[in-house]
């Protein structure tokens, strides 16, 4: 019978956190629910385009590639490398708006060893590369890498001494916090697709609130650039 007794509270118990976890109130932030609701909102200055919790823009001008390196520097930010294919989709789509005909240094190169690619911010394992066909070719001594438009939007070894755009990276200026039912937050967070659900269709746009895919660029009310995902 005591058996019976124990078993019964115990089923009374999980029944009831699964309803209040179910509910959405947030008993503790250390629950699974609650970190599902921590939300990070990122921002760009002008003229930076904003992937992730990062900040892209092309250089102004060409520039060899040390030059362009010290460009992206002077810019508060450093010369970029994608490191996923959806990283240099964002990045080659973010350098056909500045010039259809564009060339843009990235931050790879084989100068130390021929054939070894080191990219900055890959350090310590495989650099992604993605390589137009028949590159990287060296032709006479090619050890700096550029994305270009006559490339199928691809890598091609290329020339340090020769002059290009380059794309920068800077960190985005990112605030978190915890979402709740009266956060001004939450026509956004109701743009957002729950990760349990992901066939979901798309949800209805909110006025002046704009839907992105995830990694996307966010517009908010004012028109800035936001970021804004859960974790
Ligand atoms: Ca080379
Ligand atoms: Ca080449």
Request: hydrophobic letters at 35%.
């Amino acid at each position: 019978m005591a058996f019976w007794s124990e078993f019964i509270v115990i089923v009374a118990i999980i029944s009831s956190i699964k309803t209040v976890l179910g509910s959405g109130f947030c008993p503790s932030r250390l629950s699974v629910k609650c970190l599902s609701r921590l939300i990070v909102e990122c921002s760009c200055p002008p003229e930076w385009q904003l992937w992730g919790n990062e900040c892209y823009r092309i250089t102004p001008l060409p520039h060899t590639r040390d030059d362009a390196k010290t460009a992206c520097q002077d810019m508060g930010s450093k010369m970029a490398a994608p490191r996923s294919l959806e990283e240099m989709n964002f990045m080659v789509e973010l350098a056909q708006k500045v010039d259809s005909a564009y060339s843009a240094w990235i931050a790879c190169n084989d100068k130390e060893i021929e054939g070894t690619w080191e990219c900055d911010g890959q350090e310590g394992r495989k650099p992604f590369l993605l390589w137009d066909d028949g590159q990287p070719n060296d032709l006479f001594n090619q050890d700096c890498v550029a994305i270009k438009s006559t490339k199928n939007g691809k890598m091609d070894d290329e020339y340090c001494y020769r002059s290009h755009l380059a794309f920068c990276v800077r960190r985005a200026a990112c605030t978190h916090g915890l979402l709740n039912q009266t956060s001004s937050l939450m026509p956004l967070y109701r743009h957002t697709r729950p990760q349990s659900q992901p066939n979901l269709p798309p949800r209805p746009q909110h006025p002046g609130v704009h839907h992105r895919e995830r990694g996307r660029p966010w517009l908010n009310r004012q028109g800035a650039q936001m970021s804004l995902f859960q974790q």
